[in-house]
T-cell receptor
Protein backbone atom coordinates (compact mmCIF):
# COMPACT_ATOMS: atom_id res chain seq x y z
CA UNK A 1 0.00 0.00 0.00
CA UNK A 2 1.15 3.55 -0.59
CA UNK A 3 -0.08 7.01 0.24
CA UNK A 4 0.91 10.63 -0.10
CA UNK A 5 0.20 13.52 2.23
CA UNK A 6 0.72 17.07 1.11
CA UNK A 7 0.90 18.98 4.34
CA UNK A 8 -0.42 22.31 3.08
CA UNK A 9 -3.46 22.82 0.89
CA UNK A 10 -2.45 26.43 0.20
CA UNK A 11 0.91 28.19 0.35
CA UNK A 12 1.32 31.92 -0.20
CA UNK A 13 4.71 33.56 -0.76
CA UNK A 14 5.94 36.88 -2.09
CA UNK A 15 7.61 37.07 -5.47
CA UNK A 16 11.36 36.63 -5.08
CA UNK A 17 11.15 34.69 -1.79
CA UNK A 18 11.78 30.95 -1.34
CA UNK A 19 9.11 28.33 -1.93
CA UNK A 20 8.65 25.20 0.18
CA UNK A 21 5.90 22.67 -0.59
CA UNK A 22 5.85 19.76 1.80
CA UNK A 23 5.13 16.13 0.98
CA UNK A 24 5.27 12.98 3.11
CA UNK A 25 4.81 9.54 1.67
CA UNK A 26 4.18 6.00 2.77
CA UNK A 27 5.08 3.02 0.65
CA UNK A 28 5.65 -0.70 1.08
CA UNK A 29 8.04 -0.61 -1.85
CA UNK A 30 11.11 1.38 -2.69
CA UNK A 31 9.15 4.24 -4.13
CA UNK A 32 9.55 6.45 -7.11
CA UNK A 33 8.43 9.97 -6.31
CA UNK A 34 7.33 12.78 -8.56
CA UNK A 35 6.19 16.37 -8.45
CA UNK A 36 3.74 17.54 -11.08
CA UNK A 37 2.45 21.07 -11.68
CA UNK A 38 -0.94 22.00 -13.06
CA UNK A 39 -1.68 25.49 -14.32
CA UNK A 40 -5.34 26.57 -14.62
CA UNK A 41 -7.21 24.68 -17.33
CA UNK A 42 -4.10 22.74 -18.26
CA UNK A 43 -2.93 19.17 -17.88
CA UNK A 44 -0.20 18.06 -15.52
CA UNK A 45 3.44 18.71 -16.30
CA UNK A 46 6.27 16.76 -14.71
CA UNK A 47 8.57 18.98 -12.64
CA UNK A 48 10.98 16.34 -11.39
CA UNK A 49 11.26 12.71 -10.37
CA UNK A 50 13.20 10.58 -7.91
CA UNK A 51 13.89 6.98 -8.86
CA UNK A 52 16.55 5.81 -6.36
CA UNK A 53 19.51 7.66 -7.82
CA UNK A 54 20.68 10.95 -6.28
CA UNK A 55 18.58 12.04 -3.32
CA UNK A 56 18.66 15.69 -4.38
CA UNK A 57 16.72 15.97 -7.59
CA UNK A 58 16.77 19.01 -9.84
CA UNK A 59 13.82 19.74 -12.05
CA UNK A 60 12.59 22.30 -14.49
CA UNK A 61 12.09 26.01 -13.82
CA UNK A 62 14.52 26.06 -10.89
CA UNK A 63 12.65 23.59 -8.71
CA UNK A 64 14.35 20.86 -6.75
CA UNK A 65 13.37 18.25 -4.20
CA UNK A 66 15.23 16.16 -1.65
CA UNK A 67 14.32 12.56 -0.90
CA UNK A 68 14.74 11.84 2.83
CA UNK A 69 14.04 8.20 3.56
CA UNK A 70 14.41 8.59 7.32
CA UNK A 71 11.72 11.27 7.33
CA UNK A 72 9.67 9.74 4.48
CA UNK A 73 9.59 13.18 2.92
CA UNK A 74 10.02 14.61 -0.56
CA UNK A 75 9.66 18.38 -0.15
CA UNK A 76 9.72 20.67 -3.18
CA UNK A 77 11.72 23.90 -3.04
CA UNK A 78 12.65 26.85 -5.19
CA UNK A 79 15.03 29.64 -4.10
CA UNK A 80 13.09 32.51 -5.62
CA UNK A 81 9.41 32.48 -6.56
CA UNK A 82 8.17 33.92 -9.82
CA UNK A 83 4.64 35.01 -10.64
CA UNK A 84 4.45 32.26 -13.26
CA UNK A 85 4.91 29.65 -10.52
CA UNK A 86 1.34 30.22 -9.32
CA UNK A 87 -0.34 26.86 -9.89
CA UNK A 88 -1.45 23.60 -8.25
CA UNK A 89 1.33 21.20 -7.31
CA UNK A 90 0.92 17.46 -6.84
CA UNK A 91 3.25 15.07 -5.08
CA UNK A 92 2.96 11.56 -6.50
CA UNK A 93 4.28 8.21 -5.33
CA UNK A 94 4.65 5.21 -7.58
CA UNK A 95 5.50 1.60 -6.96
CA UNK A 96 6.60 0.93 -10.49
CA UNK A 97 8.81 3.79 -11.59
CA UNK A 98 5.88 5.92 -12.64
CA UNK A 99 3.76 3.32 -14.35
CA UNK A 100 0.08 3.99 -14.67
CA UNK A 101 -1.02 1.25 -12.32
CA UNK A 102 0.95 2.50 -9.37
CA UNK A 103 0.43 6.25 -9.29
CA UNK A 104 -1.00 7.68 -6.08
CA UNK A 105 -1.58 11.43 -6.05
CA UNK A 106 -1.56 13.80 -3.14
CA UNK A 107 -4.48 16.20 -2.74
CA UNK A 108 -2.46 19.08 -4.14
CA UNK A 109 -1.00 22.34 -2.84
CA UNK A 110 -2.21 25.59 -4.32
CA UNK A 111 0.74 27.98 -4.60
CA UNK A 112 -0.11 31.67 -4.51
CA UNK A 113 2.50 34.26 -5.43
CA UNK A 114 2.03 37.74 -4.01
CA UNK A 115 3.47 40.62 -6.06
CA UNK B 1 6.75 16.02 -31.44
CA UNK B 2 3.10 16.80 -30.76
CA UNK B 3 1.84 16.33 -27.22
CA UNK B 4 -1.15 14.42 -25.95
CA UNK B 5 -4.39 15.78 -27.35
CA UNK B 6 -7.86 15.38 -25.95
CA UNK B 7 -11.18 16.13 -27.55
CA UNK B 8 -13.45 17.76 -26.86
CA UNK B 9 -11.99 20.21 -24.35
CA UNK B 10 -15.35 21.10 -22.85
CA UNK B 11 -18.59 19.17 -22.78
CA UNK B 12 -22.01 19.68 -21.19
CA UNK B 13 -24.33 16.72 -20.81
CA UNK B 14 -27.46 15.94 -18.85
CA UNK B 15 -27.95 13.19 -16.29
CA UNK B 16 -28.64 9.82 -17.85
CA UNK B 17 -26.87 10.55 -21.12
CA UNK B 18 -23.80 8.76 -22.28
CA UNK B 19 -20.53 10.40 -23.32
CA UNK B 20 -17.37 9.45 -25.18
CA UNK B 21 -14.08 11.27 -24.73
CA UNK B 22 -11.10 10.88 -27.02
CA UNK B 23 -7.36 10.89 -26.40
CA UNK B 24 -4.53 10.82 -28.93
CA UNK B 25 -1.19 9.89 -27.34
CA UNK B 26 2.26 11.10 -28.27
CA UNK B 27 3.47 9.36 -31.40
CA UNK B 28 5.13 6.07 -30.47
CA UNK B 29 3.54 5.83 -27.03
CA UNK B 30 1.64 2.59 -26.54
CA UNK B 31 0.23 3.14 -23.06
CA UNK B 32 -2.73 5.42 -22.44
CA UNK B 33 -4.15 6.06 -18.99
CA UNK B 34 -7.24 7.93 -17.87
CA UNK B 35 -7.73 9.90 -14.68
CA UNK B 36 -10.65 11.72 -13.10
CA UNK B 37 -9.99 14.96 -11.25
CA UNK B 38 -12.59 16.48 -8.92
CA UNK B 39 -12.27 19.06 -6.14
CA UNK B 40 -13.46 16.57 -3.55
CA UNK B 41 -11.64 13.38 -4.52
CA UNK B 42 -8.60 14.84 -6.25
CA UNK B 43 -6.90 12.85 -8.99
CA UNK B 44 -7.99 9.24 -9.30
CA UNK B 45 -6.79 6.57 -11.70
CA UNK B 46 -9.52 5.13 -13.94
CA UNK B 47 -7.75 2.61 -16.18
CA UNK B 48 -4.78 2.02 -18.44
CA UNK B 49 -4.71 0.58 -21.94
CA UNK B 50 -1.67 -0.94 -23.58
CA UNK B 51 -1.66 -2.46 -27.06
CA UNK B 52 -5.46 -2.35 -27.26
CA UNK B 53 -5.91 -4.24 -23.96
CA UNK B 54 -6.97 -2.92 -20.60
CA UNK B 55 -3.98 -3.63 -18.41
CA UNK B 56 -4.90 -1.91 -15.15
CA UNK B 57 -8.09 -0.61 -13.61
CA UNK B 58 -8.88 1.70 -10.73
CA UNK B 59 -11.82 1.54 -8.34
CA UNK B 60 -14.55 2.96 -10.52
CA UNK B 61 -18.02 1.53 -11.24
CA UNK B 62 -18.86 -0.30 -14.41
CA UNK B 63 -20.42 2.60 -16.28
CA UNK B 64 -16.88 3.83 -16.92
CA UNK B 65 -15.26 1.95 -19.78
CA UNK B 66 -12.65 2.51 -22.41
CA UNK B 67 -10.94 1.11 -25.41
CA UNK B 68 -7.78 1.56 -27.40
CA UNK B 69 -7.35 1.35 -31.13
CA UNK B 70 -4.48 -0.08 -33.15
CA UNK B 71 -3.00 3.41 -33.57
CA UNK B 72 -2.95 3.75 -29.75
CA UNK B 73 -5.70 6.36 -29.70
CA UNK B 74 -8.04 5.77 -26.82
CA UNK B 75 -11.63 6.55 -25.95
CA UNK B 76 -13.32 6.68 -22.59
CA UNK B 77 -17.06 6.14 -22.28
CA UNK B 78 -19.50 6.79 -19.48
CA UNK B 79 -22.72 4.95 -20.18
CA UNK B 80 -25.17 6.67 -17.82
CA UNK B 81 -24.03 10.01 -16.52
CA UNK B 82 -24.62 11.10 -12.94
CA UNK B 83 -24.19 14.57 -11.49
CA UNK B 84 -21.12 13.35 -9.62
CA UNK B 85 -19.39 12.52 -12.88
CA UNK B 86 -18.76 16.22 -13.47
CA UNK B 87 -14.98 16.44 -13.51
CA UNK B 88 -11.85 17.11 -15.47
CA UNK B 89 -10.88 13.92 -17.27
CA UNK B 90 -7.19 13.66 -17.99
CA UNK B 91 -5.46 11.33 -20.35
CA UNK B 92 -1.77 10.47 -20.14
CA UNK B 93 0.50 8.51 -22.42
CA UNK B 94 3.83 6.81 -21.95
CA UNK B 95 6.09 4.57 -23.96
CA UNK B 96 5.45 1.30 -22.20
CA UNK B 97 3.39 2.23 -19.15
CA UNK B 98 6.39 2.56 -16.89
CA UNK B 99 8.34 5.75 -16.50
CA UNK B 100 7.17 9.27 -17.10
CA UNK B 101 3.61 9.89 -18.15
CA UNK B 102 2.76 12.85 -20.35
CA UNK B 103 -0.61 14.44 -19.69
CA UNK B 104 -3.06 16.04 -22.06
CA UNK B 105 -4.96 19.25 -21.24
CA UNK B 106 -8.07 17.35 -20.19
CA UNK B 107 -11.75 17.36 -21.04
CA UNK B 108 -13.96 19.36 -18.70
CA UNK B 109 -17.25 17.46 -18.40
CA UNK B 110 -20.24 19.13 -16.79
CA UNK B 111 -23.31 17.03 -16.04
CA UNK B 112 -26.53 18.96 -15.46
Amino acid sequence: AQSVTQLDSHVSVSEGTPVLLRCNYSSSYSPSLFWYVQHPNKGLQLLLKYTSAATLVKGINGFEAEFKKSETSFHLTKPSAHMSDAAEYFCVVSKSGGGADGLTFGKGTHLIIQP
Amino acid sequence: KAGVTQTPRYLIKTRGQQVTLSCSPISGHRSVSWYQQTPGQGLQFLFEYFSETQRNKGNFPGQFSGRQFSNSRSEMNVSTLELGDSALYLCASSLEGAGEQFFGPGTRLTVL
